[in-house]
């Protein structure tokens, strides 16, 4: 005969933490959070108990919290995450912040996220800003299908700027060479080879491809400032995410090709996050 047990005393006797544990037992019971108190002492079927243990386990190993519910919130928005994709993170909101800011009295402007990943950059500039225009670039067919749900899921379908178009290859290759636009996001890989965080907590069950380049973390960046003035419109923008300890040298390749108003932002633990320019 099964032990009977409640969510109570799952959660109780969790080694995790209190909120790692109470997410993970909502993503099973289907719960609210408040559930979990006016319902604490309903007796769980065996079945249910035993996900979640399992749960528990894979997160006691390391896994991310985001996978093993499959989905992460970002700008407001609840996307689908899976080890296919990078888990958005609350940082890079600073990146969607400041391209809609560059993009005020602009009517439909025209926005190209390299790297798109989740779509998670791509579909909340779209979510913001109905009248845009967006395309999303990934290398990834997974993570391109992960990108279109998304924006499935997430985007008003009669949106005045459509569905984005989401564009397999890599970086500006597969675009048609005449278009443009008022913007180009990326927060592309850039993490150095041999830094050891790519060996500790949720990085580690992320797809490595797109943490860094096996280099000096600045080969993505290299690509995407090179390309950039061909691509954007005149008075467009050009703004990526990048390392700690990379602003400086980012600033300095985009003043090499000729950007103006270079700067960096800095994002709420005072880190230079982002860095960006604009063609004259």
């Known amino acids: 005969m099964s032990e009977a047990v409640t969510a109570e005393a799952l959660l109780r006797a969790s080694p995790l933490p209190a909120l790692e544990a109470?997410?993970?037992l909502m993503q099973v019971l289907g719960w609210r959070r408040t559930e979990l108190i006016t319902r604490g002492d309903e007796v769980l079927d065996a079945a249910r108990a035993k996900t979640f243990r399992a749960l528990e386990a894979r997160r006691a190993q390391g896994e991310p919290i985001a996978q093993l519910v499959g989905?992460?919130?970002f700008y407001g928005l609840d996307f689908d995450v899976t080890p296919d994709v990078l888990i958005p993170r609350p940082e890079t909101e600073l990146l969607v912040e400041t391209t809609l800011c560059a993009l005020e009295g602009i009517a439909q402007p025209r926005v190209l996220d390299l790297g798109?990943?989740?779509?998670?950059?791509a579909v909340a500039i779209a979510s913001a800003r109905p009248d845009a225009r967006v395309c999303a670039v990934d290398r990834s067919a997974a993570?391109?299908?992960v990108a279109a749900r998304n924006a499935a899921k997430l985007l008003d379908p009669q949106r005045?700027?459509?569905p984005p178009?989401?564009?397999a290859g890599s970086w500006y290759d597969p675009l048609d060479p005449g278009l443009h636009f008022e913007a180009i996001v990326s927060n592309p890989p850039?993490?150095?080879s041999g830094d050891p965080h790519l060996e500790q907590g949720d990085l580690r069950f992320e797809p490595r491809g797109a943490l860094t380049d096996e280099a000096d973390g600045l080969t993505a960046l290299r690509t995407i400032i090179a390309g950039a003035p061909a691509r954007l419109a005149p008075g467009g923008v050009l703004w990526?995410?990048?390392?700690y300890d990379q602003a400086a040298a980012v600033r300095a390749l985009l003043a090499d090709r000729g950007f103006a108003d270079v700067r960096s932002e800095r994002d709420l633990a005072g880190i230079e996050r982002i860095s960006g320019g604009r063609i004259p």
């Open 190 to 192: 850039y993490i150095a």
């Open 143 to 145: 993570a391109l299908d």
């Open 240 to 243: 990526m995410e990048h390392g």
């Open 165 to 167: 178009a989401f564009v």
């Open 22 to 24: 109470r997410i993970l």
């Open 160 to 162: 005045p700027g459509g």
């Open 116 to 121: 798109t990943g989740s779509g998670a950059i």
């Open 71 to 73: 989905a992460r919130e």
